[in-house]
């Protein structure tokens, strides 16, 4: 694949961030809520706005709460009605995963889903790098018609996954696309690029945010981490044009 011809998603968890990274060079924004636990669905004036502002495309994390991707009822009927949501909104893709109790893919349910979000484009998240058997995974899928997997291809970082990313791409072919994302940074990209092959890279970009309200440390709303009730991550165009320039050199 030739660097030059690389599309760089970027994921973002706030509206403002949405835009940033589209004018920061984006092709493609992913538009999520809830980074510190692992990104959630966005609310439904966040996919309005920001479609409304961008004119590149834009999926839509669907994950109803934070936890593990075995989904009850409800909340599957949540997932469908937010896709629904999407469609309607003129939404270009949508980003989900759902598993069964044995780690396995969720065959029924992801079949439901493809049907319920076409003619939207189909994401299969980072759930993905939590099933026993990637390749397996990888061939239900397919099975069930998802255009791309999100992958860190089964570790912490995908650049510690080359060898098996690089197999991934080798067997989804033209049939499903492999978005690695997940420790990808402008010193490391050109290198894995050259080595894995594959078309596009998702990046998070992000830069961390101190606010300027007055502080009571004796009280904290949220869980302890570099995300608090006073900072959060938006996104830094900067490591965006980064990143770019190292695809095209």
């Not at 991550?233 to 980064?242: A, G, H, K, T």
Request: net charge negative.
């Amino acid at each position: 694949m030739n660097k030059n011809n690389i599309l760089i998603e970027i994921a973002t968890f706030t509206p403002h961030s949405a835009i940033v990274a589209s004018q920061g060079g984006a092709d493609r924004v992913e538009l999520c809520s809830g980074f510190s636990e692992g990104g959630l669905s966005p609310s439904a004036g966040s996919i309005r706005y920001v479609r409304s502002q961008l004119s590149i495309p834009v999926h839509v994390m669907i994950r109803p709460r934070v936890g593990d991707f075995v989904y009850n009822e409800v909340e599957k009927k949540i997932i469908i009605q937010d896709i629904e949501f999407c469609k309607q909104e003129g939404i270009n893709g949508i980003v989900f995963g759902a598993l069964a109790p044995s780690g396995n893919i969720d065959l029924p349910f992801t079949r439901a889903v493809v049907d319920a979000a076409r003619p939207m484009s189909v994401t299969f998240h980072r759930a993905f790098d939590l099933c026993h058997d990637l390749h397996g995974a990888l061939n239900d899928l397919m099975q069930c018609g998802v255009d791309r997997v999100l992958t860190s291809g089964g570790k912490p970082s995908a650049p510690q996954a080359t060898g098996v990313i690089t197999d991934l791409v080798k067997q989804a072919g033209e049939n499903i696309i492999i978005l690695p994302g997940g420790g990808l940074t402008p010193e490391n990209i050109a290198g894995f690029v050259a080595q894995t092959g594959v078309s596009e890279v998702h990046f998070s970009a992000k830069k961390l945010i101190r606010g300027k309200a007055m502080e009571n440390r004796e009280v904290s709303l949220i869980s302890e981490g570099q995300v608090d009730d006073y900072n959060w991550y938006e996104c830094d165009p900067y490591q965006i044009s980064r990143l770019k320039k190292q695809l095209v050199n």
